[in-house]
């Protein structure tokens, strides 16, 4: 299994440890948007295994299969990196957005309306509104959520059982009745928008038909709805990991 330099053969490192990555892209994938594909995310997997390998030295003090776990982790996000197609722009309207709701529900104790967060961001409410345009498609989830200053990311205080099935993850995880819980709180407009866009497949056109509104303001209302909701799971994992 050891190659004369003492090191493990590169096909049988992969053979041993495949079932590893394979865990850990089950547990990303549990979380991620549909769209993400399992087999990408495994063979980026891969390649940081190859790279743990090539890196690790047992003085480091830590045992392979932790160090390679990182390193495959890190890997794998890597990846989502790559795929994530929000521009920096984006994601930063977005985030601003995010932080003016929470301040706003902190301090008020319900959901701001929109003159609200604009005035709280300093921005005219039609400035806000653009903003809400060109954030327009920003994800509830991104990759960010899985690491980042926090010593556990709020997406992982989330999840009952870390090492769970990721199936049964799906099926019975906390983290489908917090969202279900968010978007109960929503605004009734926001939440009838959520309804019609993600059970019922209608498209943006026709939502605005629904509410009588144009389409480029079902873009708005999105936008905002998806703000909301990433502060209601934020502030529902931190309530969870204090109890």
């Known amino acids: 299994m050891y190659t004369a330099r003492g090191t493990v053969q590169t096909n049988d490192l992969l053979e041993q440890y495949a079932p ?6 089950l547990q990303l994938m549990a ?20 790279d743990a390998e090539s890196r690790y030295q047992e003085t480091q003090g830590a045992q392979f299969e932790t160090y390679a776990s990182q390193r495959i982790r890190g890997a794998m996000l890597d990846e989502l990196r790559e795929m994530d197609w929000a521009s920096r722009g984006v994601r930063k309207i977005a985030r601003q957005i995010e ?27 039609e400035a806000y509104q653009q903003m809400l345009q060109e954030a327009h498609g920003c ?24 090492h769970a099935d990721p199936l049964a993850a799906l099926l019975d995880d906390d983290l489908r009745q917090v969202l ?59 309530t969870t990991s204090g109890q």
Request: charged share 30%; glycine share 4%.
């Open 20 to 25: 590893l990555v394979r865990r850990l892209a």
């Open 31 to 50: 979380k991620l948007p549909a769209s993400v594909e399992l087999d990408d995310l495994v063979q980026a997997g891969m390649l940081g295994l190859l």
């Open 99 to 125: 932080q003016a709701v929470q301040r706003l529900q902190q301090r008020l104790g319900r959901s701001p309306a929109e003159s609200e967060i604009a005035t709280d961001m300093q921005v005219s409410l």
């Open 139 to 162: 994800q509830l989830i991104y990759y960010e959520d899985f690491e980042g200053d926090d010593e556990e990311p709020f997406l992982d205080r989330l999840s009952a059982d870390h």
């Open 180 to 238: 279900s819980d968010a978007i109960e709180r929503l605004p009734e407009r926001e939440k009838l928008l959520m309804s019609l866009y993600y059970e019922q497949g209608l498209n943006l056109r026709e939502i605005g038909a629904v509410l009588e509104v144009s389409e480029s303001r079902v873009c708005q209302l999105h936008s905002q709805a998806i703000s909301r909701l990433r502060v209601r799971l934020r502030e529902q994992a931190w």
